[in-house]
């Protein structure tokens, strides 16, 4: 689990530093599929995975307004804010929370239950399906997309030499 949190955020970096050689123009230009904008898109992706971790923890979660963030520098430092209460969780996650039950009160009344390890899960896979979608949107612009490989990211060092 913690593997592919740590892939998501390096990956991220990467996507943040890709951004800088892109005019602010097109970074917020409007774009088909996804939430709109190549920026919009990494505010959206840090957004749900600070309020996926806040629910988790029984911790208040509201949604920030991208009004309020957009350029690359504020939707860099909101990542960094909320990186400091994702990351222990994270960090912190053992095989007992797994199957810990997560209750959701949808506003229509029902009650929708699913497993932690699943809300974990989901929130990794969300983010990888969004960079699919900037990865689409950087070929469109012109501009080789950052590597979705998770191969030769040096994340699993168990392999002798690679300590």
């Known amino acids: ?7 998501n955020w390096m990956v991220r970096e990467q996507w943040y530093e890709w951004c800088g050689d892109i005019s602010e ?3 917020l230009a409007t774009r088909i599929g996804g939430v709109g904008s190549i920026l919009k898109t990494l505010f959206h992706i840090v957004d749900v995975e600070w309020s996926w971790i806040q629910v988790l923890q029984g911790k208040p979660d509201f949604q920030e307004d991208f009004e309020r963030y957009k350029t690359l520098q504020q939707v860099r430092e909101l990542d960094a804010k909320f990186h400091t209460e994702v990351e222990p969780f994270v960090t912190a996650w053992h095989e007992g929370l797994e199957q810990r039950i997560f209750e959701d009160h949808l506003p229509d009344g029902r009650i929708v239950t699913d497993a932690w390890g699943e809300v974990m899960r989901h929130v990794i896979a969300h983010e990888i399906h969004h960079v699919g979608q900037l990865s689409v949107w950087a070929r469109e612009i012109g501009k080789p997309p950052v590597s979705a490989n998770l191969i030769g990211k040096g994340l ?3 392999l002798p030499g690679k300590a």
Request: charged share 15%.
């Open 1 to 7: 689990m913690q593997t592919f949190f740590q892939y």
């Open 25 to 27: 123009e097109e970074l």
């Open 156 to 158: 699993i060092n168990s």
